[in-house]
């Protein structure tokens, strides 16, 4: 299933609301999506049915390269992602083919990237929530935290803020993700893949 060109696409970065959750790793995908907003010149405001944050604008170069989005951050907790982005999905009649997801990945190391198209959820409940909501046929773009150190449990991992170290590193890799998501949408999944995967 290949994205409709001419459907505007909808850019879901996915986090846990409220401002103790904001420096998780499980948080990366609203980071993200806040850098795009600001490359936008926009700000997010609740949407119409109250369960996410949206900004809507154009992404690329001006012209005939640039595409309509929805940018969007749930107001749901991770694990119930699939309401709130199916709620959009439907208001703004994007294919599931235009929705992307931005998200950790554990079992990929820190700032790596990976995009694709479909798959499993490896255990994320934000993309358990969405696939079970409207199938797997959405992208994702994975932004790698690594494995939890020693015998520290995954939640508690994800859960944490990232580490002072790995903050050093932060802004870029989170800019380079948000690179990523642009070239998905501006020239295709097969031309991000071959510029951003790790």
């Known amino acids: 299933m290949s994205a409709d ?3 505007p696409w909808l850019v879901v970065g996915l986090g846990n609301p ?3 959750y904001a420096m998780n790793r499980h948080n990366v995908g609203f980071m993200v999506a806040d850098l795009l907003a600001a490359r936008i010149g926009g700000s997010f405001k609740r949407s119409a049915k109250g369960q996410a944050q949206v900004l809507e604008g154009r992404v690329g170069p001006p012209g005939p390269g640039s595409r309509r989005v929805v ?3 749930p107001m749901s907790f991770m694990n119930v992602s699939g309401g709130p982005v199916t709620a959009l999905r439907d208001f703004y009649k994007v294919p599931t ?3 992307v997801a ?5 079992d990929i190391d820190y700032g790596v990237l990976r995009l694709k198209l479909g798959g499993g959820d490896n255990g994320h409940n934000g993309l358990k929530s969405m696939t079970k909501a409207m199938g797997p046929d959405y992208h994702r773009v994975r932004f790698g935290i690594g494995r939890p150190p020693g015998r520290m449990q995954v939640a508690d991992f994800v859960l944490k803020d990232f580490s002072s170290v790995e903050r050093k590193e932060l802004d ?3 800019d ?6 642009e070239c998905l949408l501006a020239e295709g999944l097969e031309r991000a893949q071959g510029t951003y995967n790790g």
């Not at 380079?176 to 998501?181: H, N």
């Open 5 to 7: 060109v001419g459907a």
């Open 18 to 20: 409220g401002p103790g």
């Open 71 to 73: 940018l969007a951050k």
């Open 97 to 99: 083919a235009n929705i």
């Open 102 to 106: 931005v998200h950790d990945e554990l």
């Open 172 to 174: 870029f890799f989170v």
């Open 176 to 181: 380079r993700a948000a690179d990523a998501v």
